[in-house]
Structures are given as structure tokens and as C-alpha cells.
């Protein structure tokens, strides 16, 4: 049976680490997800406001062939950053295509807006360079989830978003599948003012509440969605494109890019499962997939298909623990708090 693995995190993938850094002050924050060894690796985008780093050479076509880490941070564009501390970070340890007498790492990203958020955004220099440097160099199989990294400045529809992670495992094949998610969404992951996450049919071991079905049924539950967004309306009027949720899905499979790009795809519909709406105007959706290459992949369509439904699964699922596992903060109140759980 295909369950969680021993820590419910992307880390249960073999050659899969996470690192966080954050600035309390500025309530912003990076994350760094970093391949022990270099990988096959591709995106899918489809927020209509994205800011990404590298993602043009994630395609199919283009010449790379593996990559070295992927960073998530907060800043907006000044957050992209972020990746010149992660590639110093990774030459000095030699990591890098070799191009002549040197070493070029390859790390793409993505990134979120939280410049509103209430913290101290007049630097002189902004501070992602330095986290990116201090995530990557934290990197490890354990992290912290909500508020922490990425995830420390979001926001989600109208409760305090957050750093997420879920993993699955198949002891029988040794798949390992899992994901990482900064929920920054317009929409919400909560099923309007009731307390259950629209991913509620896929948690495990109660690892978002452990709520059962919604007791007042599916649509009344839509229908409150629907209030709450009207209520958002002019928020959202006056703060465009202010949103994102980046992710990262990772399997131990051995996929090439194209396949990577097409996990991606399939794992977005995770967002879809987990969020209302998603994939707005105002929001720079973009998910990453990484395969590391450990256990063989057929060319087997439908073991495909069941590969990318698991990732999918596995991120709608880190979109509900990322919301979850958050604190209040700025005024802005958490699951935790709304609920009284």
C-alpha cells in the first residue's frame, strides 16, 4: 500500500534535501530545494503573473540535461536573487556544468509576492542573495513547515498561507514520490468559512486536522467559497497580481526532461484539487519537477499516469499542511486561530 514516508516530507525521495532561511524583519523568506546529485528536471507555469529564474532551459529541447537545485523565495522579483547565493553556494563545493576551466551551477526558480505584508522592505540591498546562501547551506532531510522559508510571508485567500510538504511511498517498488509547496494563493484551500481543506479526501493519518466530510455537504461549501471571494474583490482590486503558489515535486523514478515536464503538468492539477480558484490572473503558479534517477521508470503509459497522479495527490495534500502548519502573523490569522484548533 502506497502511504506517507517516515517523514512526510519531499526528503523521503533518495538524493532529495531542503534547506529554509528566513529574515523575521522583512517577513520574507527562501527555500532551497537541492539535489544531492545533479537531475533531470522540468517546470509547468500557469499562474498569469509569473516571476521565474532559468526556466527557459528546463525545456525539452534546450541543451541541459540536469540541474542542481531549485529555490522558492519570497521578494517578488527581488527575489530571484536568491539563486546567486544558491549558485555560490554550489560552486565552491564544485557543483556545476563544466563549461572549460570552470563550473556553471544550474538552479531555477521561482517567486512569490509578499512585499505588503507589514515587514521591513526599505533595504539597500535585498536580502535573498544571503538567504539563498544560508537555505542552501541548511540543506537537510529534516525542515520546518508554515512559517518558515517561502512561506513565511504568505498568505492564503484570508488565512495566513505557508511552507507545505507531503510524500508518498511504494514499499513494493520502491517509489518514492513527494512534493513542496509555497501556498501564496488568491484563492482558498479552505472550503469557505468551514474549517475543512478542500483536500480533505486525500489526507493521511490526519496530517492536516483529520476533519471528517464537511457535515453541511460539497455545495454549500462552494457556495460560501463563492461569498468569501466576492468579499475579496476589492482587496484583490487593489493589490494585482500580489499573489503565487511554487512548488516542487520530486519522485526517485528515472525520467528524462520531457517526462519531467509532463509530472509537472500532471502535478498541477495537485494545486487544482487543493485551492479555489487557482491559476488566476493575479497569481504566478509554477510547479517544478526533479527526478533523481534512483529506481527504473518503464515507458509503460499508465505507470506514468499513476506516477503523476501521486504527485498531484502529494501536492494538493502540501498545499493543506502548508495552511495548517501556519501562524498568524501581521494581522493575519491562522487556520489554527480562525478555527480554534
Not at 33 to 61: I, K, M, N
Not at 136 to 145: E, N, Q, S, W
Not at 283 to 310: K, N
Not at 320 to 339: E, I, K, M, Q
Request: negative net charge.
Amino acid at each position: 500500500m502506497i502511504r506517507p514516508g517516515p517523514r512526510n516530507l519531499i526528503t523521503d525521495v533518495d538524493g532529495i534535501l531542503v534547506g529554509n532561511a528566513e529574515d523575521p524583519a522583512v517577513r520574507s523568506g527562501t527555500t532551497v530545494v537541492l539535489a544531492e546529485q545533479a537531475c533531470a528536471a522540468s517546470v509547468d507555469v500557469r499562474g498569469g503573473a509569473p516571476g521565474t529564474r532559468d526556466t527557459d532551459l528546463l525545456d525539452p529541447t534546450c541543451r541541459v540535461q540536469a540541474i542542481d537545485a531549485v529555490f522558492l523565495s519570497g521578494g517578488s522579483a527581488f527575489g530571484l536573487s536568491a539563486g546567486d547565493g544558491v549558485m555560490k553556494w554550489l560552486r565552491e563545493r564544485g557543483r556545476g556544468v563544466p563549461v572549460g576551466s570552470t563550473n556553471v551551477p544550474i538552479t531555477p526558480g521561482a517567486i512569490l509576492f509578499d512585499l505588503l505584508n507589514g515587514g521591513d522592505k526599505d533595504w539597500d540591498w535585498p536580502p535573498y542573495r544571503e538567504l539563498g546562501y544560508r537555505a542552501t547551506d541548511a540543506a537537510a532531510k529534516t525542515f520546518a513547515l508554515g512559517n518558515a522559508g517561502a512561506g513565511l510571508g504568505a498568505r492564503c485567500g484570508h488565512l495566513k498561507g505557508g511552507l507545505g510538504s507531503a510524500s508518498a511511498v511504494d514499499p513494493t517498488t520502491g517509489l518514492q514520490v513527494g512534493a513542496i509547496v509555497a501556498v501564496n494563493a488568491v484563492g482558498f484551500a479552505t472550503m469557505g468559512e468551514l474549517p475543512h481543506f478542500w483536500a480533505w479526501a486525500l489526507e493521511q493519518d490526519g496530517e492536516f486536522g483529520g476533519l471528517p466530510p464537511p457535515p453541511r455537504g460539497l455545495g454549500l461549501a462552494v457556495s460560501h467559497t463563492r461569498q468569501m471571494l466576492d468579499l475579496s474583490a476589492a482587496a484583490l482590486a487593489a493589490e494585482p497580481l500580489a499573489n503565487t503558489t511554487i512548488a516542487v515535486v520530486a519522485t526517485n523514478a528515472r525520467l528524462d526532461k520531457a517526462w519531467c515536464q509532463r509530472l509537472a503538468i500532471m502535478a498541477q492539477d495537485g494545486l487544482a484539487r487543493a485551492l479555489r480558484p487557482v491559476h488566476t490572473p493575479a497569481d504566478g503558479d509554477a510547479v517544478f519537477a526533479l527526478a533523481t534517477g534512483r529506481v527504473a521508470a518503464g515507458d509503460d503509459p499508465i505507470a506514468r499516469a499513476e506516477l503523476g497522479t501521486l504527485a498531484a495527490d502529494c501536492l494538493a495534500r502540501a498545499v493543506a499542511r502548508g495552511v495548517y502548519s501556519a501562524a498568524s502573523l501581521g494581522g493575519v490569522p491562522a487556520w489554527r486561530d480562525a478555527h480554534g484548533r
